[in-house]
C-alpha cells in the first residue's frame, strides 16, 4: 500500500468515526429532550467535533436529526425482524412477545447508547417526524411477519385486530421506555425484565384468555 492510499484510508476512517460519533451524540440528546431541544453546540461538544463537520457530513442540523432518527429506527427494525424471523412457526404467543420486545429489554438492560437509540425509537414512535416513509418497506415487513406469526395463535382472529393488538403492544413498549417506571425496570437484572414484561406483553397480543 502507498503512502497516498495509507494517508486516504486515514482520512476516510476519521471521517467516519467523525459522522458516527455525531450520529451517537443526536441520538443520546434526542432521546433525552426531543428534536426541539437539541443545539447544534450541545451536539459537537458532545461528539468532540466541530460545527463544520456537521455541515460537511449531513449538511444541517435538521439533516444530522433525521439521519439519527432513521439510523436508530432502523437498527431497531433490523433487530426486530430478525427476532421474529427467528421463531419456529408453531412459537406461542409468549415466544413472539419475547422476540418482539427483545431489542428493546436487551437496552433496558445494557443501558448507554443502546437505551439511547431505544428512546429515540419511542419518541418518534409517539411523534412520527417528516420524513417517516423512508423507512415504510420495513415497517411493513416487520408487521407482516408478526401478523404472521400471531395470527397461528389467533384463529379466527381479523387482520384488522391483530394489526390493533401489535400496535397497542408496540405503544405499551414506547411508554415504557420513556415513564420512569422504564428507569426502575433499567436497573433489575435482564431475567426480571423479561419475567414481568413478557407476559404482559403476550396478553395485550392475545386479546383474550382463549387464545394462545
Avoid at 468532540?48 to 436529526?65: D, E, Q, T
Avoid at 425482524?81 to 419475547?98: M, R
Wanted: some cysteine; overall charge negative.
Amino acid at each position: 500500500m502507498s503512502r497516498a492510499t495509507e494517508r486516504t484510508d486515514q482520512r476516510r476512517e476519521a471521517g467516519q468515526r467523525t459522522r458516527d460519533g455525531l450520529l451517537a451524540a443526536t441520538q443520546e440528546l434526542l432521546a433525552r429532550r426531543g428534536q426541539e431541544g437539541v443545539t447544534l453546540r450541545e451536539i459537537t461538544d458532545r461528539a468532540g467535533a466541530n460545527v463544520s463537520a456537521v455541515s460537511y457530513h449531513f449538511g444541517s442540523l435538521k439533516a444530522l436529526c433525521d439521519s439519527a432518527i432513521e439510523n436508530a429506527l432502523e437498527r431497531y427494525l433490523d433487530a426486530q425482524i430478525d427476532e421474529v424471523a427467528s421463531l419456529d412457526p408453531a412459537s406461542g404467543v409468549e415466544d413472539l412477545a419475547a422476540a418482539f420486545a427483545g431489542p428493546m429489554m436487551r437496552a433496558l438492560a445494557a443501558g448507554g447508547r443502546d437505551l439511547a437509540v431505544m428512546r429515540t425509537v419511542a419518541r418518534v414512535g409517539i411523534d412520527p417526524p417528516e420524513g417517516w416513509g423512508r423507512l415504510t418497506a420495513k415497517f411493513q415487513q416487520s408487521r407482516r411477519d408478526i401478523v404472521r406469526q400471531l395470527s397461528t395463535n389467533a384463529p379466527g382472529v381479523d387482520e384488522r385486530e391483530l394489526d390493533f393488538r401489535i400496535r397497542c403492544a408496540a405503544g405499551l413498549l414506547n411508554w415504557l421506555v420513556l415513564a420512569p417506571i422504564g428507569t426502575e425496570l433499567a436497573a433489575e437484572p435482564p431475567e426480571q425484565i423479561e419475567r414481568w414484561l413478557v407476559p404482559v406483553l403476550a396478553g395485550a397480543f392475545r386479546g383474550s384468555p382463549d387464545v394462545g
